[in-house]
């Protein structure tokens, strides 16, 4: 009980939290950490080898991972939607299984020092195998980046390569999202706008953490897969805690009551057909879906987010775009990545832990959501006058301690006023699925401007203002919206 009341203290120092939330506060605080920390510390090899295959194949990556994800979120509903899986047994297996599959990744990383032959493939192997990580190739010797084509790759170098960019990026969805509604189950708003700061906090300082890892270790390059692994597997250790407060047991009684009736209502549906386990399974991983497409509010709630996906997507393609151009060598870009990824962290959580949770539960939703639109029309129109790396570096910063400090959270606090079910199916298929629609509308965007007389950083800039206008719109009563549902939720209960 001392160390407990001592944790409290700590604690209520950077958020106001009551002692029954406690317990779950912590086991997520430390989930996200070790998550974030897992999913940063391989980024820089994620970034580095899409750059590896030539800045024209991103449109290519951004349009497979959407064709991956329309499998990948129906799976995940599915997960949850397993009557005999309690919700935190199904998170846990959804950790492990990503942190099997880094596993994986790097055996398979490890299979390049057999088929590769190119000089692309060698260069990748400097960093598979440090003690090679000295040896430079002459600067005439390397094709530009921009010019590359997949054709001068090894086919096994390419297969990875995309495999490994896929496979990251749905791995940082996937698990967020999960997690994040494990949380939203247990909170209302009132709490989340209170909380949720101190809960992002552990995934910035994981972040942070993470990626000062990949700085100092950066000539390791594949057997950081499996130092990730471990951090993925800590996750999945203390997600199971999320829900383990005294409030556990009556949890896990709703999960089993709703989970019962959901078999029912199932059975029910399908007793004039054949009974089938496949049917079941399929109707299952569809039903996030369903739940979308039946709620005028989830639907609001997905074009605000396509319309989030389509302008980071933006200054994604920009700062590959420059960092490519500024930094050949694939060693420094890894760091590089690193390096920034790591000095923004730091102001996402003194942002977190000092002014989330005040402006959330003062200002309120709807200008926690507005900011995003508005400092983005501003970072857009700065590149478009000044496409430079500096204004480049300013303005994906700003960008993103906004998005970490208010956005995220804001975006968060949305699902604490719609039912069990759409928190655990559709928010997964949302957070997933409506994440690359937007990167996929965005990448399409970009594979066309690239094909104009006068591409280039303005011209995307310049295209993007319109874009942020409808996302504050959408922002805009979005908020409004969800304030009233938060009210009338408060009233009746």
Request: proline share 3%.
């Amino acid at each position: 009980m001392a160390s407990r009341s001592r944790l409290e203290t700590v604690v209520s120092v950077f958020v106001t939290v009551h002692p029954h939330e406690l317990p779950g506060l912590l086991h997520a605080f430390t989930c996200f950490f070790f998550l974030l920390g897992a999913y940063f510390v391989v980024l820089p090899l994620r970034d580095e080898g899409a750059i590896s295959l030539g800045l024209g194949s991103l449109p290519g990556l951004f349009m497979a991972s959407l064709l991956l994800t329309l499998f990948a979120a129906p799976a995940s509903t599915y997960i949850f939607s397993l009557p005999h899986l309690s919700k935190s047994k199904a998170l846990m297996l959804i950790h492990r299984f990503f942190g099997a599959s880094l596993v994986l990744f790097f055996v398979l990383y490890s299979g390049l020092s057999i088929t590769s032959s190119s000089y692309f493939a060698t260069d990748s192997l400097k960093w598979a195998f440090p003690q090679d990580a000295t040896e430079e190739i002459d600067a005439p010797e390397r094709k530009s980046i921009h010019s590359r084509g997949l054709e001068d790759l090894g086919w096994y170098y390419i297969s990875l390569r995309i495999s490994f960019y896929l496979w990251v990026s749905l791995m940082n969805l996937v698990t967020i999202s999960a997690t994040w509604a494990r949380v939203i189950d247990l909170m209302n708003s009132e709490s989340g706008s209170r909380l949720f700061g101190f809960v992002g906090a552990g995934a910035t300082l994981g972040q942070l953490c993470g990626s000062l890892l990949a700085v100092a270790m950066a000539r390791l390059g594949p057997f950081l897969l499996l130092f990730s692994a471990l951090l993925m597997e800590l996750a999945a250790r203390f997600s199971v805690g999320i829900g383990q407060d005294e409030y556990h047991e009556s949890q896990e009684l709703s999960i089993r009551s709703v989970t019962c009736n959901q078999s029912m209502e199932s059975h029910s549906e399908t007793a004039d057909k054949t009974p089938s386990f496949m049917k079941h399974k399929f109707s299952a991983m569809l039903e996030g879906l369903q739940l979308i497409l039946a709620s005028t509010y989830l639907l609001h709630v997905c074009c605000f987010l396509w319309l989030t996906a389509v302008v980071s997507s933006f200054f994604y393609f920009q700062k590959t775009t420059v960092v490519a151009a500024v930094v050949a060598n694939a060693l420094d870009r890894r760091r590089m990545f690193a390096q920034v990824n790591s000095f923004t962290a730091v102001f996402i959580l003194i942002g977190q832990l000092s002014l989330t949770g005040q402006i959330l539960t003062t200002a309120g939703v709807t200008t926690a959501i507005c900011a995003a639109p508005v400092v983005a029309f501003a970072n857009m129109t700065a590149i478009a006058i000044w496409p430079t790396w500096i204004v480049v570096a300013i303005s994906e910063t700003l960008r993103k301690v906004l998005n970490y400090v208010l956005t995220r959270p804001g975006k968060e606090v949305l699902f604490t006023v719609v039912t069990r079910d759409e928190k655990y199916k559709a928010k997964v298929c949302i957070d997933v699925l409506v994440q690359r629609l937007g990167d996929a509308a965005a990448a399409g965007i970009y594979k066309i401007l690239q094909g104009s007389p006068n591409k280039g950083p303005s011209t995307v800039a310049l295209c993007a203002l319109p874009v942020c206008f409808a996302w504050f719109g959408a922002a805009f009563s979005l908020g409004r919206r969800q304030a009233r549902l938060a009210n009338s939720h408060a009233i009746s209960s």
